[in-house]
């Protein structure tokens, strides 16, 4: 057989990457162009080719190549069509591997965008896409969290504002039992239990910014009409669905920072949310007993409405919507308007997947949940509790404050100041401290599987190296810059050791590394509850109880924080659920605790009943966070709805 004609050794270079060094040169426009172009020139400018046969549209004629002189010009402007398909006929090109071209790559795109019979038009997030909350300017990040808390903050402040009032209400609906006066604030929180599961889940449907803002003015309405209410019953009634519709930042407000936040970073931004509920209602009853006591106790609802409306114009202006599903779907439905192509899809998109199945699921899987994650137990009870301590020391206040120190109801309600002081520098700590032992324990791929180990990679890490260890020298063999025997490295502080078989993935973070804070300020709740309730039994001056309710208070708030940061990372893609349904737990004990703390007080007295409680704190504080830190990657493990 012949040798390959010269053209086709040409094209096995151009195949190899080598078109600079074989074809002539056309001008600019020749670089612009692909497989095609580049065969065609082979053709055209192989004065000695006798196979090739090529079209002419503009003639509609064949024509031979064999002879010699034929200048076809620049072949940006040739009208020769693929006739070098026949150069492609050739059995040795057909066998040769084909390098995919800048041309069949943008075809390629091109085809996977336009498809349509196939049902793989499957819509994801891009690379840095900035539609993704996490890649959101700070400030737009911030601006939702800072909303989201001014949601959190309302809620709670009508619980506890309407407290100094209720003797004035109690004679003016004449309410006859001190079961019926309870009731009027607390069923409230009553509503505030039942709402997140009804929250909670629509903003997994619907997004989390169009069911907060609907949800906000189902409060807004009715509180506005607490303040028009002419008996007991509409006081109840209005105060039960105020509470419904206020209830939702409580399940949502948790989604909304998992969204918009990495793990790393939404350590202050959790801080800052979770405080609200606790800072809400020490300050409320302050404002609460000054305008029962110079205005009327209808000023205590309108005024709050009238924050509320406030912030609710702030966040329809500024608050985006920051559901990664529903932002999907938006973006889904924009591109198929504007491409035209019905298929473009998310996964959350289908029949397995239409609105009554959708809401089935959402609506009942915090009650599956609650009842099934070992893990959200655990958490809810521990936040349960101390969200109960919250209210059952608010409720003490008025007893010992106007009681044993006979301080009038203004006066009285200034000492909710102690609890508020508290909650901001549990806020500092929290805030600060979260996020840094959560990026070296992610550094430094401390393993929560081992107590043993753990602490003896902390113990490792603190001790650095001794001091007749400050020089080590370095081997020839160490040291691919010198070659000197003689030089030295200064050591770092030694990481704990990498451990690959148990069963956790170290470049990721774990909800555990939200833990190691909650330990030693949990022993603060228990100090704070016998400090207050001994020098309050002894009545030992006014400034002591409130040093021990501000202890209490820090405590608490840095635990709560850790404990909503634990959950929102466990169970991020459903943090709204798992947040809902602790929500319900820690609420229904804020709202049953401040039920027997009448009669505990009058049977114990402020000292024992508070020591008591602070027993019970001791105990759960200890046990808690050891047990999750050591047992947490194992429940989460046995768990569809967890990260990791």
């Excluded at 426009?29 to 090739?52: K, M």
């Excluded at 549209?57 to 034929?70: A, I, K, P, T, Y």
């Excluded at 370095?474 to 810059?481: H, W, Y």
Aim: charged share 15%; with cysteine; proline share 6%.
């Amino acid at each position: 057989m012949s040798s390959a004609p010269r053209h086709l050794h040409e094209f096995r270079d151009f195949q190899r990457g080598n078109l600079g060094q074989t074809l002539p040169q056309h001008g600019a426009a020749q670089q612009s162009f692909g497989l095609e172009s580049a065969a065609q020139a082979f053709c055209h400018n192989d004065h000695h080719c006798t196979d090739c046969r090529c079209y002419n549209q503009d003639h509609d004629e064949r024509w031979s190549s064999n002879s010699d002189g034929n200048d076809f010009g620049d072949i940006a402007d040739s009208t020769f069509q693929p006739g070098w398909q026949c150069l492609l006929r050739d059995p040795a090109v057909r066998q040769m591997p084909r390098r995919p071209t800048l041309a069949d790559r943008l075809n390629s795109i091109r085809q996977r965008a336009n498809k349509t019979a196939s049902g793989n038009e499957l819509i994801t997030w891009d690379d840095n896409d900035p539609e993704h909350p996490h890649n959101w300017p700070a400030h737009r990040r911030w601006i939702s969290t800072v909303l989201i808390a001014m949601y959190a903050f309302i809620a709670p402040m009508a619980s506890t504002m309407v407290a100094p009032a209720l003797d004035t209400i109690s004679d003016e609906f004449n309410l006859r039992s001190d079961i019926e006066e309870f009731l009027v604030m607390s069923i409230f929180l009553l509503a505030f239990a039942i709402g997140p599961f009804l929250w909670g889940p629509l903003s997994e449907v619907f997004g989390r910014v169009r069911v907060i803002q609907g949800a906000n003015v189902i409060f807004l309405i009715f509180n506005t009409a607490c303040g028009f209410a002419r008996n007991k019953e509409q006081m109840m009634a209005f105060r039960f669905l105020s509470g419904i519709g206020g209830s939702a930042p409580q399940a949502i407000g948790g989604g909304i920072l998992g969204d918009c936040f990495k793990a790393g970073e939404r350590g202050l931004a959790t801080a800052i949310y979770s405080l609200m509920p606790f800072l809400s209602p020490a300050l409320a009853p302050i404002m609460g007993g000054y305008m029962t006591q110079f205005v009327t106790w209808r000023w205590v609802f309108w005024a709050t409405s009238i924050f509320d409306g406030v912030v609710q114009i702030a966040c329809v202006v500024l608050l985006k919507e920051t559901h990664h599903p529903t932002i999907l779907k938006n973006k889904a439905k924009r591109l198929r308007k504007t491409f035209g192509n019905p298929d473009l899809h998310t996964k959350w998109d289908g029949p397995d997947h239409s609105m009554k199945k959708l809401l089935m699921k959402s609506l009942v899987r915090p009650f599956i949940m609650l009842t099934t994650q070992p893990a959200l137990q655990a958490m809810a009870m521990f936040r349960g509790y101390q969200y109960g301590l919250m209210y059952l020391v608010f409720a003490t206040f008025p007893r010992v404050f106007q009681g044993a120190y006979d301080q009038g109801v203004g006066r009285a309600s200034l000492n909710y100041l102690s609890l508020g002081v508290g909650f901001i520098i549990g806020l500092q700590i929290s805030g600060r401290m979260q996020d840094k032992i959560y990026t070296w324990c992610k550094e430094h791929e401390v393993d929560p599987n081992s107590l043993q180990k753990t602490w003896t990679s902390w113990k490792q890490y603190k001790a650095g190296r001794p001091n007749d260890e400050k020089l080590l020298p370095v081997t020839i063999s160490d040291s691919p810059v010198s070659n000197d025997p003689n030089r030295y490295s200064i050591p770092r502080k030694p990481l704990p050791p990498v451990r690959r078989a148990t069963g956790f993935d170290p470049s990721c973070g774990l909800p555990e590394y939200r833990l190691p804070l909650v330990l030693p300020f949990s022993l603060l709740i228990p100090i704070g509850l016998f400090i207050y309730g001994w020098t309050a039994e002894h009545e030992i001056h006014w400034i002591v109880p409130n040093i021990g309710s501000a202890i209490f208070s820090v405590g608490l708030i840095v635990c709560f924080n850790c404990a909503q940061a634990y959950v929102v990372d466990t169970y991020t893609t459903y943090a709204a659920s798992a947040t809902g349904a602790a929500a319900f737990v820690r609420t229904m004990m804020g709202f049953s605790f401040p039920l027997f703390a009448p009669g505990m007080y009058d049977t114990l007295g402020v000292g024992w009943g508070n020591s008591l409680l602070g027993f019970i704190s001791l105990i759960l504080g200890l046990i808690a966070p050891v047990l999750l830190w050591k047992y947490g990657g194992s429940l989460r493990s046995k768990s569809t709805y967890c990260t990791g």
